[in-house]
């Protein structure tokens, strides 16, 4: 029994070298070993000041300004913050020789979004924010829209109607309005910055000891899927 | 008497095994032939090697994502049998191709048998014009896909190439919108080449 195991094992590997013989194949390899390390998008808000930043009787002598268009009620969507009317039109501005009002910015701490606080705010006071946004980050950016309150807007829209309406009780008697800067579709490269002032008007609507917030957010988009990159 | 008989006996024996013998007896010549067989080599190289990264804005110059192809390893011959690949900031959508021109350096004629992805522990086989997602996370979303493609068929022959022929190779590698910012995502390409006749 024991001679017959003995005589099968050897058959066995017979055979089995004999099939390896049969695959035999000569062959060679190369490789290509690939890393990919991703860059970043990031723009921050580097600085945010307001055209009236000293509270009186320091400061500067307030400014008014008055729309030379007003919305209809149709003109008016509801954004779920708020009402808002995007209209075509400019600001009057009549300098006033006293100093009432004031306003200040700050910029969060991940520097994304910037407040601006008016102060004893008045119908027809009104103020500039500038904004300085850089490129932090290794892709070059275009900012592709703003939403302003809700509403998105595109470079196109803005070069039609510039001037934003902003109703807090849906009365179709806007409250506050904003006067867009353009600067959409320009591209950003990182380590670049872009400047930008907008104004900021108190309506004659807006009512006493009352608080108006205006959103402004700025969408930052790489280069290559932005709507504004041509190849 | 006995040992008469046996002596005769052994005599008459021989005697007629000698006559047979006679009986059998051949003339013959023996003719050979020697065979010496000395057989030859399968043998491959990345010969050239180039990406078609380009710099984005060369009027400023921007070059916003490199590529950049170093030599890695050799073999105990000497020939360059691995590439590194190292691709820097790259971001969703950026796509570039890598091109190897492999050089056929042996006697025997050869083909792709097969080209595989390696990644994460994974062995996943390439086919030719086929792209290929890569899950790094495993989260379903993959963060980039590869396509491989015969670039430049050099004997006009396909996937085979004859000795002192070559075919040129090319690896695109296509960032997708699911990668992170700020990641790493490492992958290895292995191409076996084999003698012709033993690749379908």
């Not at chain 1, 058959?11 to 194949?25: C, E, G, H, K, T």
């Not at chain 2, 969703?92 to 050869?110: A, R």
């Not at chain 2, 993959?142 to 004997?155: A, I, R």
Request: negative net charge; contains cysteine; aromatic residues 10%.
């Amino acid at each position: 029994m024991n001679a017959k195991k003995l005589t099968v094992i050897p058959i066995f590997i017979l055979l089995v070298s004999s099939i390896a013989v049969v695959y035999a194949m000569w062959s060679e390899t190369l490789r290509i070993n690939v890393t990919v390390n991703t860059g970043e998008v990031n723009v921050e808000i580097v600085d945010a000041y307001t055209s009236d930043e000293t509270p009186p009787p320091w400061g500067k002598k307030d400014k008014n300004a008055t729309p030379t268009a007003w919305p209809s009620c149709t003109d008016f969507e509801y954004t779920g913050e708020g009402w808002v009317a995007v209209i075509d039109g400019d600001l009057e501005m009549k300098n006033l020789d006293k100093d009432v009002a004031w306003a200040e910015a700050w910029i969060s701490n991940d520097k994304h979004t910037a407040y601006v606080k008016i102060h004893n705010g008045y119908p027809g006071y009104e103020v500039t924010l500038s904004l300085e946004i850089k490129n932090v980050g290794t892709i070059p950016v275009f900012i592709d829209y703003y939403i302003v309150n809700g509403t998105t807007l595109t470079e196109e829209e803005i070069e039609e109607n510039n001037i934003v309406f902003l109703d807090a009780d849906g009365d179709c008697e806007p409250e506050v309005l904003i006067q867009l800067y353009d600067f959409l579709g320009e591209q950003i490269d990182p380590g670049q910055g872009r400047e930008s002032s907008w104004r900021i008007v108190v309506l004659q609507p807006a009512e006493e000891n009352s608080e108006y917030v205006i959103s402004v957010r700025l969408v930052a988009v790489q280069w290559n899927e932005s709507i504004y990159y041509k190849e | 008497m006995y040992i008469g008989k046996s002596i005769i006996g052994v005599f008459i024996a021989l005697v007629m095994l000698a006559s047979i013998g006679i009986a059998y007896a051949m003339w013959s010549e023996t003719l050979r032939i020697n065979v010496t067989v000395n057989t030859g080599e399968v043998d491959v190289e990345w010969s050239k090697y180039w990406s078609n990264d380009t710099i984005e804005k060369p009027e400023v110059p921007l070059d916003v994502t490199t590529v950049k192809i170093v030599e890695e390893r050799y073999d105990e011959e000497g020939d360059l049998i691995k590439l590194g690949v190292t691709i820097e900031n790259a971001y969703p959508c950026y796509k570039v191709g890598i091109y190897g021109m492999v050089d056929n350096i042996g006697t025997i004629p050869v083909k792709l048998l097969s080209a595989t992805l390696i990644y994460d522990g994974k062995k996943i086989p390439l086919e030719l014009c086929k792209w290929v997602d890569l899950d790094f996370d495993g989260d379903g979303e993959p963060e980039l896909n590869v396509h491989l493609g015969l670039s430049e068929d050099g004997g006009k022959d396909g996937i085979q190439i004859d000795p002192k022929g070559y075919d040129t190779y090319e690896l695109v590698i296509h960032v997708k919108q699911n990668a992170k910012e700020l990641a790493t995502y490492k992958f290895e390409v292995e191409f076996v080449f084999a003698q012709w006749n033993e690749v379908p």
